[in-house]
């Protein structure tokens, strides 16, 4: 049922795959917070973990978590789209987060993403220790991971982010 639902987040055959797959546990993160004020609404710390919100022992398990990936030149559409599903689904389970790779300036990344009015946390990877663990070669890469800890859904959607994703979290917000 699920796999239908990931067309919209199929990634295209000439785009680089990244090292993680869907149906494995996601590797664990912790990253600290580019808007520290959205963490502390999200986990009660200004770093957020994977483990925050999947696994046996999440203090704020969520049915599923939506990691979005990029950089931050260009990325404002998919942000956006993500903030909008954060509207819908975030009082349904759902959780989403940013992975930022930027070693840029803090004050100014930071300003940047305060302009961006976002309701989620977004993460800084200034050393793209996660984007490595993770594989990540072309941006922005979404991943779905089910509250158990496993990858449920892996692409690269530029067009249409909020339609794919919506396809694939529906089904996991009605659980």
């Not at 990253?31 to 203090?59: F, Q, W």
Request: without cysteine; glycine residues 8%.
């Amino acid at each position: 049922m699920l796999l239908a639902a990931l067309v919209g987040l199929a990634l295209a055959g000439s785009v680089p795959a990244p090292s993680v797959h869907v149906g494995e546990p996601a590797p664990l993160f912790s990253l600290p917070a580019i808007n520290e004020e959205m963490a502390l609404r999200s986990v009660s710390k200004p770093h957020v973990a994977l483990s925050d919100y999947t696994g046996v022992e999440a203090g704020y398990a969520a049915k599923a978590l939506v990691v979005l990936f990029v950089e931050r030149t260009g990325s404002e559409g998919q942000l956006a789209a993500l903030n909008h599903l954060q509207r819908k689904y975030g009082n349904r389970g759902i959780r989403f987060v940013a992975v930022m790779a930027d070693s840029g300036e803090l004050a100014s990344l930071s300003a940047w993403v305060e302009s961006q009015r976002l309701e989620y946390p977004v993460l800084r990877d200034a050393y793209r220790v996660v984007v490595d663990r993770y594989g990540v070669k072309r941006f922005p890469l979404t991943m779905v991971v089910e509250g158990s800890g496993d990858i449920v859904a892996l692409g690269s959607a530029r067009d249409d982010l909020e339609g794919a994703l919506e396809a694939v979290i529906a089904p996991l917000a009605a659980e």
